[in-house]
């Protein structure tokens, strides 16, 4: 058997699971985050990109999505579209013309064997061979935002408290060409 993930676009045979893989990695994301009872925001969450992904499949909305497969088991997600609200109220609008990687998401028992780096390299040589020169994307999790400093360096942008006190929003914004792998 071979244990090596492989990286798709979305199919509409993905979507059973990779709407799996969105119910258990943000609530498990909240539960470490400490907001697991915030039920409400979990399924509207749960349910955002549910729809983004029905969207992709429909060509509405401009995002596309990949996912990672392994043994024909979908294990983790990514997207590309139009920067979020967040990003765009963040900024006041500075980055609403740049794309934005999201929706990066990794079952908890495939997290740390780098099934989301293969995930970003996949998605920043689609973004590369189709002329996109920069990217943002944001986080409001403490645990991704360690990750994103250590893959992506400093962000540009911090916003202090934006979910409560002690708990900041963090936005990159990345040239492409800087994580291109060869």
């Given at each position: 058997?071979?244990?090596?993930?492989?990286?798709?676009?979305?199919?509409?045979?993905?979507?059973?699971?990779?709407?799996?893989?969105?119910?258990?990695?943000?609530?498990?994301?909240?539960?470490?985050?400490?907001?697991?009872?915030?039920?409400e925001?979990?399924?509207?969450?749960?349910?955002?990109?549910?729809?983004?992904?029905?969207d992709?499949?429909?060509?509405?909305?401009?995002?596309?999505?990949?996912?990672?497969?392994?043994?024909?088991?979908?294990?983790?997600?990514?997207?590309?579209?139009?920067?979020?609200e967040?990003?765009?109220?963040?900024?006041?609008?500075?980055?609403?013309?740049?794309?934005?990687?999201?929706s990066?998401?990794?079952?908890?028992e495939?997290?740390?064997?780098?099934i989301?780096?293969?995930?970003?390299?996949?998605?920043?040589?689609e973004?590369y061979?189709?002329?996109?020169?920069?990217?943002?994307?944001?986080?409001?999790?403490?645990?991704?935002?360690?990750?994103?400093?250590?893959?992506?360096?400093?962000?540009?942008?911090?916003?202090?408290?934006?979910?409560?006190?002690?708990?900041?929003?963090?936005i990159?914004?990345?040239?492409?060409?800087?994580?291109?792998?060869?």
């Open positions: 058997m071979d244990d090596k993930a492989s990286i798709v676009r979305l199919t509409e045979h993905d979507l059973i699971g990779a709407n799996r893989v969105f119910e258990i990695t943000i609530r498990d994301a909240f539960d470490k985050q400490g907001i697991g009872h915030l039920e925001d979990i399924s509207g969450e749960i349910s955002v990109k549910a729809r983004m992904m029905r992709s499949l429909d060509n509405k909305g401009g995002t596309i999505f990949y996912v990672a497969r392994m043994k024909d088991q979908v294990i983790g997600a990514i997207s590309y579209g139009p920067s979020g967040i990003i765009k109220e963040c900024t006041k609008n500075e980055l609403e013309t740049v794309g934005e990687l999201g990066l998401y990794v079952l908890p495939f997290q740390n064997q780098s989301g780096s293969l995930l970003i390299t996949t998605l920043i040589k973004l061979s189709n002329g996109i020169e920069k990217f943002c994307l944001d986080s409001g999790y403490k645990r991704a935002q360690k990750r994103w400093v250590h893959k992506f360096g400093e962000p540009y942008m911090i916003v202090k408290d934006y979910w409560g006190e002690g708990s900041d929003h963090m990159w914004l990345c040239s492409v060409s800087d994580f291109m792998i060869e």
